[in-house]
């Protein structure tokens, strides 16, 4: 059973760093999956981040303008999240997730991060 | 890149129901690219429908999909008091990689 887990800090300052990691349990994570961040904003939808694969490739969202940073480490069976710069709008649950063949099929439980000084 | 729209953007319905969730794409998309999920108030999404047809894994098959191109729909044969959540349409594509719609609430009446 392929199971996610997110951790890191829930609270943020403006202009800092948003540092999250993703813990992988039930398969390798240089199994042929991506591995990827969505956040979901209070009280709306969802927008896919980026993702990562075993081998360092990566692809991100435009819309981030080049603040995100997704990273793996093979030896913890992990992946994390940097995103520098943030603001309120930056504030949002962010998931750790893993996709096979065009879909997003195994979610992590999700962790709150409110950008706020 | 390709826009998502569903609709309509809350569906008030009784258990028994039929409900049907529209989702157009801004540009053609391959029906292996278009995926349903469900999502729950605190719950991460779940995936339930690839491939614009296949229900994944534990999907029960009162839920269904089809279309193609731009139109693509996720029918609810009857509604089971633990479907009514949000539905979201989500394609596969060139970066980003994947976009989603902006949901359909599915609610009680």
């Known amino acids: 059973q392929v199971q996610l887990q997110e951790s890191g800090p829930g609270l943020v300052k403006p202009s800092g760093t948003l540092s999250l990691t993703c813990a992988v349990s039930g398969v390798s994570i240089s199994s042929g999956r991506w591995w990827s961040w969505v956040r979901q904003s209070p009280g709306k939808g969802l927008e896919w981040i980026g993702e990562i694969f075993h081998d360092w490739n990566t692809n991100y969202n435009p819309s981030l303008k080049g603040r995100v940073t997704i990273l793996v480490d093979t030896s913890k069976n992990q992946f994390s999240l940097n995103l520098n710069f943030v603001t309120a709008a930056d504030t949002a649950v962010y998931y750790c997730a893993t996709s096979s063949t065009f879909r997003i099929d195994y979610w992590g439980h999700g962790t709150l991060v409110t950008v706020s000084s | 890149e390709i826009v998502l729209t569903q609709s309509p953007g809350t569906l008030s319905l009784s258990p028994g129901e039929r409900a049907i969730l529209s989702c157009w794409a801004s540009q053609s998309v391959s029906s292996s690219y278009l995926a349903w999920y469900q999502q729950k108030p605190g719950q991460a999404p779940r995936l339930l429908i690839y491939?614009?047809?296949i229900r994944a894994t534990g999907t029960p098959d009162r839920f269904s999909g089809s279309g193609s191109g731009t139109d693509f729909t996720l029918t609810i044969s009857r509604l089971e008091p633990e479907d009514f959540a949000v539905y979201y349409c989500?394609?596969?594509?060139?970066?980003?990689?994947?976009?989603f719609g902006q949901g359909t609430k599915v609610e009680i009446k």
């Open positions: 491939g614009a047809v």
């Open positions: 989500q394609q596969y594509d060139s970066p980003p990689r994947y976009t």
